[in-house]
């Protein structure tokens, strides 16, 4: 079976705020919000035992903190077991709820390459390069903390009806740190409508796309990668499954926002022309110096950022700087970059394009504002 929803999930004892904190690749470019969660976390939170990409230059130094933080958790009962699945209910501070279910999967069914035909497959490119530092942390601990994200095409609503329709025990409740809103947990022991439910979905995929298909990775698809690589080359009892959170991509509280490039350069005059030179299309776009300036971009979405990408990752390889991948129209703005404002994908348009297609560019998309990501809070036993 693709899910298992009687398998063992850990949870955090106590509070759930003075543990959960947000994925770790969000904020990436902002140190300040990662140190502010270090001075008012307690110990033995979720934030020891991840490495925020803003500090991958201290990769080394950090994880030996990770191991020794996993290591006291393990010997101060940070969690207790439950055996079953977590229905989660997320309220984000920006008025929308959406609701989850975390459970695992089998990696016998998830495939990140291009052309995959797994039924749980990539919806964007997977860059391997960033797997090696969280093999590191995932081989060196003998849990997993995961905020994957699978998305599912269930129009119909058939599996939050079978959540509705299922006993469940309240587990936590609470508010999050840094501006995550409002969390809620609850597990269902009894799991018979949850598999009926997944059966049904898988057909009604095929019949509609012409391919068996569960589910799309929406968010933290390096990760599911990363476990996906330490099954093939370090497998242990545990470790051929992966703990996920599985939503409806039709949930109201799930929303697609456009992700846009923020580029470093000391001659934003240079990097327009340049760009004007180098990417054509039928469709206007808006580079930010931080004044706009108007340009030319291909009418398809999807091309459209193939085309800026391979622009920057050129500029930036000849003339320095780096590319930043932000929200909202705001960040486009800051002196000695230049923003490029992108179109976003619509969540309808999702799975027929990447069944058609293959998988969309790296940030093609993002679910919702960075303070509406998953935030780590169950675990798994993978050793």
Not at 14 to 25: H, K, P, R
Not at 280 to 289: E, F, I, N, P, R
Request: charged share 30%.
């Amino acid at each position: 079976m693709v899910v298992d929803f009687d398998d063992e999930i850990l949870v955090p004892r106590g509070e759930v705020g003075d543990f959960a904190v947000i994925a770790c690749d969000q904020f990436s470019s902002d140190r300040e919000y990662w140190k502010k969660l270090e001075k008012t976390l307690p110990p033995l939170s979720a934030l020891d035992v991840i490495l925020p990409e803003c500090f991958l230059d201290e990769s080394d130094a950090r994880l030996l903190k990770i191991k020794s933080a996993a290591a006291e958790m393990a010997a101060k009962n940070r969690f207790y077991a439950v055996r079953g699945t977590v229905a989660v209910t997320r309220t984000t501070e920006y008025g929308r709820t959406r609701r989850g279910i975390v459970a695992s999967v089998n990696l016998d069914d998830y495939d990140y390459k291009p052309d995959s035909a797994a039924p749980i497959r990539a919806s964007e490119r997977t860059i391997e390069e960033r797997i090696p530092p969280r093999v590191k942390i995932r081989e060196s601990i003998d849990i997993e903390l995961p905020h994957i994200l699978l998305l599912v095409d269930d129009a119909d609503g058939i599996l939050a009806r079978a959540v509705a329709e299922s006993p469940k025990t309240a587990l936590y409740d609470g508010a999050l740190a840094g501006g995550g809103g409002h969390i809620k947990g609850e597990l269902i022991t009894e799991a018979s409508a949850l598999y009926k439910a997944v059966d049904v979905l898988i057909k009604q995929t095929s019949e509609k796309f012409g391919t068996e298909l569960f589910a799309l990775v929406g968010d933290g698809n390096h990760s599911l990668a990363t476990a996906k690589y330490c099954r093939d080359h370090n497998p242990t009892p545990l470790n051929g499954k992966a703990l996920v959170e599985i939503i409806n991509i039709y949930d109201d509280g799930l929303v697609f926002e456009p992700i846009h490039r923020l580029v470093e350069t000391d001659d934003p005059a240079m990097f327009t022309d340049s760009f004007k030179s180098a990417v054509k299309g039928d469709a206007s776009a808006t580079l930010y110096l931080p004044e706009p300036v108007e340009v030319r971009v291909p009418s398809d979405k999807i091309e459209a950022i193939k085309a800026v990408d391979k622009f920057c990752e050129t500029y930036v390889k000849h003339f320095g700087g780096y590319v930043e991948y932000v929200h909202g129209g705001s960040a486009l703005r800051r002196n000695g970059h230049v923003g490029i404002e992108l179109r976003g994908i619509e969540k309808s348009e999702l799975f027929g394009y990447v069944i058609k297609n293959g998988v969309l560019p790296k940030k093609t998309f993002s679910l919702g504002e960075a303070e509406e990501k998953r935030f780590y809070v169950e675990a798994r036993k993978i050793k």
